[in-house]
C-alpha cells in the first residue's frame, strides 16, 4: 500500500498554516484551527494510505475546511491564507474523487 503523500503534504500545509498564523499575528483561533483540520486530515491521509476506498474522513473535512475558507475569501477577497486554502482545497477534492472513481491499477 503506497503512502498518500499528497495528502500528507496538504494536512501538514494546513497545520503549518496554522502555526504560521499564529508566529505571525498571536491568532489563537488560527493555531487551533490549524492544527485540529490539520490532524484530522493527517488521520484522513493515514486512513487513505491503508485503504485508497476510505475516503470519508479525508473528502468531509477537506470540504468542510475549503467551504469555510472559500466563505471567508468570498467576503474578504483576501488571497492569504482564505484563497490559497480554498484553492488547495478544492484540488485535493478533484484529486481525492478522480481516485475514487478511477479502476484500480493492476501491477502485472
Known amino acids: 500500500m503506497p503512502i498518500d503523500l499528497p495528502a500528507f503534504a496538504y ?5 503549518g498554516g496554522g502555526i504560521l498564523g499564529y508566529v505571525k499575528s498571536h491568532s489563537i483561533p ?10 484530522v486530515l ?6 487513505t494510505s491503508q485503504d485508497p476506498a476510505n475516503v470519508g474522513v479525508l473528502l468531509g473535512t477537506t470540504t468542510a475546511l475549503g467551504g469555510l475558507m472559500g466563505y471567508r475569501f468570498y467576503n474578504t477577497g483576501k488571497i492569504m491564507p482564505a484563497g490559497v486554502i480554498t484553492i488547495m482545497s478544492a484540488a485535493m477534492i478533484v484529486r481525492i474523487v478522480t481516485r475514487y472513481f478511477s479502476p484500480p491499477v493492476k501491477a502485472d
Open 30 to 39: 488560527s493555531l487551533a484551527a490549524g492544527l485540529v483540520f490539520g490532524s
Open 11 to 15: 494536512a501538514a500545509a494546513v497545520a
Open 42 to 47: 493527517g488521520y484522513g491521509a493515514y486512513q
